[in-house]
């Protein structure tokens, strides 16, 4: 519908913004492809379709799983029904380091029975909390 659209006047300035603005989507668009290609071009695992060069041993997964539980617990200490099991492990052992794995090994515990009876979270009392 040729007929509808008008002559629109611009400045300088605003021809140069919008320039910009559009160089940066070129650049985006063009990382994007380049990541894309690259990715295309990396080995893969026939079986699982894992990439080769960032396999990583089962020691290197166990310690990152640990870490990411131990960070989870620490960040749960928000959480009172969470941080009401941390003061009671703490009571019951020596150091709170461990009361902090035992409050990560019970956020593991739910993330297993989540997983495995495919429901939803559905958080407890502070008290109902063992």
Not at 57 to 63: D, F, G, I, L, N
């Amino acid at each position: 519908m040729p007929h509808t659209l008008r002559s629109v006047e611009l400045e300088d300035e605003t021809i140069a913004e919008l320039e910009v603005i559009v160089g940066f989507e070129d650049d985006l668009a063009g990382e994007a492809n380049r990541i894309s290609n690259w990715l295309r071009g990396l080995p893969r695992d026939e079986e699982f379709g894992i990439l080769d060069s960032a396999r990583t041993t089962v020691a290197e997964e166990k310690q990152a799983t640990q870490t990411g539980f131990f960070l989870s617990a620490f960040a749960a200490l928000a959480d009172p029904a969470s941080r009401a099991y941390y003061d009671r492990k703490i009571s019951q052992v020596e150091h709170d380091t461990q009361a902090l794995l035992r409050l990560a090994r019970c956020r593991a515990d739910v993330l297993f029975a989540i997983l495995h009876d495919g429901t939803f979270y559905e958080p407890q009392a502070a008290a109902a909390v063992t």
